[in-house]
Every structure is written in structure tokens, then in C-alpha cells.
Antibody
């Protein structure tokens, strides 16, 4: 069955960096796009970034553009989120999630989600 | 940037119908999907392509999309349907989530 396991969360000071990882299993990882979605405590879902099946295209939310970088290693079945210049407002649970398609399609939902990893930005 | 607006909360009695709206400019020109998130859990897809149900999702969940509004309908609501619900659409290669609706069954 599809499994997505995030790691790398923790407490970090403002302005510092953190890298999240998401290990995927149970499906052909190199055929699917992957998302990162976050949820601040007590708040709604906020989309962060998507990377398509071969890593050729990446898109970001305006709130993280220029600070966060999504990448993937299809040989390791892993997607990453490099987060730089972290701010207090980046505090959230970060979910790794699978797109139900390999590349952009207007009807492509998110069909599987990980359990999330908590990132706390605080001095 | 594109926005999707949902009512913050609603309550429904067991066995009744809950209709959750999601409003966005010309939303009917996009595909809407819906996610359910129960307390302390990860979200789960319940409707995609406006009205299709993934395998394992009960028939009491249905969806529609017309004009500026997409609607998730839960017929014969059960206590287990108490959760937060989020709509979602694509806009210019980016994902947009709705503001979320907390559904209370009482």
C-alpha cells in the first residue's frame, strides 16, 4: 500500500534552515508528482510546492517562493523540501502528499497524504 | 491570486443532509475536489473531478460544480462525518485550498 513518511521536522531559530524528507513506498515513485502542504496550528491547509514526476517542473506558493526548494531523488524514492530563511509564520505541520498524476493536469487531485512532520520556528 | 471561500462552520443533525459550499471566480471552469480531515488526522480525498468518489468513499458523499460555486453534499450524515472539509482547485499550475468548513454533527 502507498506509504509516505516525513522526517526532518523540529525546532529551529528564525533565519535558519531545515530540510524535510519524505520517503515513499508502495507505488512507482518516478511516475507521480509530489506535493508539500502545510497546516499551521489550528489553521487550514496551505499548499507549499509541487514537483512533477521527473523533477523537470516545480511550482511554489508565493509565501515561500525564493526561500523554499522542492526536489526529488527517484533512485531513493524520496522528495525533499529545503527551507531557508525560516520565519515564525512557517511554523506548521508539513505534509508530503502524492499527486494522482505525473505532470500538470487541471483535474489532478492529491490522493495520498503522509502523517506530517512538525516544524516550529522560534527563538 | 485565486481564492476559494468556504463557510467557517456548520452543524447538522444525524441523518440529515449537509451541503458545504466553495466559492471562487468562474470555479465551474476548473475542476474541484474535496478533502476530509478528522481531528488529529491527515486529510483524505473524498471527491475529485467535481463529482467523482475515490474507491472506498461512501455513496452519501457527492459533489457538484456550477457557476462560481462547488458544493459537497453529505446525505444521511453520520457521526463519523464530523470533520473539517476543504475544497481545492488548480490555478496556473499552483494548488489553491479553500478556507475550510468545520462540520459538527449533533
Amino acid at each position: 500500500q502507498v506509504q509516505l513518511v516525513e522526517s526532518g521536522g523540529g525546532v529551529v531559530q528564525p533565519g535558519r534552515s531545515l530540510r524535510l524528507s519524505c520517503a515513499a513506498s508502495g507505488f512507482t515513485f518516478s511516475s507521480y508528482g509530489m506535493h508539500w502542504v502545510r497546516q499551521a496550528p489550528g489553521k487550514g491547509l496551505e499548499w507549499v510546492a509541487v514537483i512533477w514526476y521527473d523533477g523537470s517542473n516545480k511550482y511554489y506558493a508565493d509565501s515561500v517562493k525564493g526561500r523554499f526548494t522542492i526536489s526529488r531523488d527517484n533512485s531513493k524514492n524520496t522528495v525533499y523540501l529545503q527551507m531557508n530563511s525560516l520565519r515564525a509564520e512557517d511554523t506548521a505541520v508539513y505534509y508530503c502528499a502524492r499527486a494522482a498524476c505525473g505532470s500538470y493536469d487541471s483535474d489532478c487531485p492529491i490522493d495520498y497524504w503522509g502523517q506530517g512532520t512538525l516544524v516550529t520556528v522560534s527563538s | 491570486s485565486y481564492e476559494l471561500t468556504q463557510p467557517p462552520s456548520m452543524s447538522v443533525s444525524p441523518g440529515q443532509t449537509a451541503s458545504i459550499t466553495c466559492s471562487g471566480d468562474k470555479l465551474e471552469d476548473k475542476y474541484a475536489c474535496w478533502y476530509q480531515q478528522k481531528s488529529g488526522q491527515s486529510p483524505m480525498l473524498v471527491i475529485y473531478q467535481d463529482s467523482k468518489r475515490p474507491s472506498g468513499i461512501p455513496e452519501r458523499f457527492s459533489g457538484s460544480n456550477s457557476g462560481n460555486t462547488a458544493t459537497l453534499t453529505i446525505s444521511g450524515t453520520q457521526a463519523m462525518d464530523e470533520a473539517d472539509y476543504y475544497c481545492q482547485a488548480w490555478d496556473s499550475s499552483t494548488v489553491v485550498f479553500g478556507t475550510g468548513t468545520k462540520v459538527t454533527v449533533l
